[in-house]
């Protein structure tokens, strides 16, 4: 199977950055960033497709970058002029294939790592 593990999470202060990235053994596949706080629905926050396509949730665009480096075997996710919003756990996923429009559906992808926390102070 796809394995998956998040690290770069942490605690950081509103205006700040964090750069998370997703050790995988199978970059070549259809990744996305996904974040959930207790009591809400999961969020599509970014994705990538195996061809470079990225897609962004509205809240984030402009400030969140996704990217991917084969040779590391490695999906990132650079988070800056972070806010108390977006405190959350973040969790790469990955999926084979993905349907047009459905980048940003966690029940899209079939691979999931353990998450990583990322919490914003004010």
């Known amino acids: 199977q796809v394995q998956l593990v998040e690290s770069g999470g942490g605690s950081v202060q509103a205006g700040g950055s964090l750069k998370l990235s997703c050790a995988t053994s199978?970059?070549?596949?259809?990744m996305g960033w996904f974040r959930q706080v207790p009591g809400k629905e999961r969020e599509g926050v970014a994705a990538?497709?195996?061809?470079?396509?990225?897609t962004y949730a509205d809240s984030v665009r402009g400030r969140f970058a996704i990217s991917k480096d084969n040779a590391k075997n490695t999906l990132y996710l650079q988070m800056n002029s972070l806010t108390p919003e977006d405190s959350a756990m973040y969790f790469c996923?990955?999926?084979?294939?993905?349907?047009?429009?459905?980048?940003?559906?966690?029940?899209?992808?079939?691979?999931w790592g353990q998450g990583t926390q990322v919490t914003v102070s004010a």
């Open positions: 996923a990955a999926t084979p294939v993905i349907v047009a429009n459905r980048e940003l559906d966690g029940r899209a992808y079939r691979y």
């Open positions: 199978s970059i070549n596949y259809h």
């Open positions: 990538i497709r195996s061809d470079g396509a990225t």
